[in-house]
């Protein structure tokens, strides 16, 4: 029984997504619930799964090609699992034929019989556009698939070798005198951005042409919440069964600073200026696939210990690109924190519609005049970002200040002043 693997149906806020990576390759064995392809979006990646077990009878849209909500990427044969992944039992006879008919089909375009035969010209749909697109003669590639099948990489690293040693690439070059060209190899790789990264880079230039942004700098004395850390870590990790970190401190007192000056929390929405009365804090993490900004919602509710596991919960989904872009969307305040790198200080760009973000740093000693002495203390630079066209530059020194003394005097979080 054949089924049509479709591609999941997508949130509002995301109009179409791109087949990232097929794990499963036609006449291959799958089980029931078993991942068999990924579906990237611009703000998550979506996994599709077999609805049963069988095997992947056809892929109809292949890596790298847009697909619709709901869209129908391929097919799905139901209990045919072992039949099919061998090939040489009477079930799988309609693989067989599938694959006779691309055989001939290739033969055919090729023209020479005598390559068909051996199988060199059974092109998989990518292998075949890509074949096209760089006009190489599908024969004269080598495939290493399933039947001499030949794929998408056979194709590209057919490419690479001709560039790197066929007498045709010289003479289409114009190479600089010997004695110029530098010693070893130059190697270089050109792969495609993908849909995250470049919804990433066109919110990021987005956020500069449409904000009046600016950055205000302070820094503050890290010495009362480390040693505040120091002596509480193994307890609170005894009784909450999480480590305590800096993060939940910077975003308690954001918290408390939000509140105090409800500009830095609102939003901007065309001529309108939104003001929140929640604080829902955006924390940024980083990925293999590129920056995403999980939001805690209602931080103002949160214990420190809630802050920590909710912190690691969205770490963990993150790397393995779990997470739902509900988690994602909502934030009125986002802190990033690139001290983790050992970034020094920066200025963090803004992410829309929020209309300011806290950069934290890495902490480093430095000699400090304290009561006219001078004392080394782990010292961090904090920076606030904020678009001047809603908030004043007066609210903003006074919003990062307030952070500051909350951090210098942890009580003043629990006392609110």
């Known amino acids: 029984m054949s089924t049509e693997i479709k591609a999941p149906v997508f949130p509002e806020s995301v109009a179409e997504g791109t087949v990232a990576t097929w794990h499963k390759k036609p006449g291959e064995a799958c089980e029931r619930d078993e991942l068999i392809v990924d579906i990237e979006t611009d703000k998550v990646v979506l996994e599709v799964v077999a609805p049963a077990d069988g095997v992947i009878e056809e892929i ?4 790298g090609d847009t697909v619709e909500s709901g869209e129908v990427i391929g097919k799905f044969k139901e209990g045919a699992a072992g039949e099919s992944k061998s090939g040489s039992k009477d079930d799988s006879g309609e693989e067989k034929q599938a694959e006779e008919k691309a055989e001939s089909a290739s033969a055919g375009d090729s023209g020479q019989g005598s390559a068909a035969a051996s199988g060199d010209a059974i092109l998989s749909p990518a292998a075949r556009k ?43 070059q114009a190479p600089a005198p010997a004695a110029d ?64 970190g800096f993060m939940s401190f910077f975003a308690k007192a954001a918290t408390e600073a939000l509140k105090r000056f409800p500009a830095v929390n609102a939003s901007i ?21 590129g920056l995403v900004v999980p939001v805690l919602r209602d931080v103002d509710g949160m214990g420190l210990a809630d802050i920590e596991k909710k912190i690691i919960e969205y770490g963990q989904k993150a790397k393995g690109g779990k ?95």
């Open 60 to 63: 109809i849209k292949d890596e």
């Open 323 to 417: 997470l739902g872009i509900d988690e994602m969307t909502g934030g009125t305040f986002t802190i990033t924190n690139g001290g983790i790198f050992g970034s020094l200080i920066s200025t963090p760009i803004l992410n829309p519609p929020q209309t300011a973000i806290l950069g934290m740093h890495k902490i480093q000693e430095r000699p400090m005049a304290v009561n006219g002495q001078v004392e080394i203390l782990p010292m961090m630079y904090l920076a606030l970002s904020y678009d001047h066209r809603m908030i004043d530059g007066k609210e903003a020194v006074q919003f990062l200040v307030a952070i500051k003394e909350m951090i210098e005097d942890p009580t003043r979080i629990l006392l609110d002043v």
């Open 269 to 289: 929405d065309g001529n309108d200026m939104v003001y929140h009365g929640y604080q829902d804090i955006g924390v940024a993490v980083s990925t293999d696939r």
């Open 181 to 244: 060209l530098p010693a070893g190899e130059r190697p270089e790789k050109r792969v495609p951005m993908t849909r995250l990264r470049a919804s990433i880079a066109k919110r990021l230039v987005q956020a500069q042409t449409d904000a009046a942004m600016l950055t205000t700098f302070n820094e503050v004395n890290m010495k009362p919440v480390m040693e505040l850390r120091k002596q509480y870590k193994d307890s609170f990790e005894k009784r909450h069964g999480v480590k305590l």
């Open 130 to 172: 890509l074949a096209e697109e760089s006009n190489v003669d599908p024969d004269s590639v080598k495939g290493t698939g399933k039947g001499g099948r030949v794929t998408k990489e056979d194709v590209q690293a057919h490419i690479e070798g001709g560039k790197s040693s066929s007498g045709q690439a010289a003479p289409q």
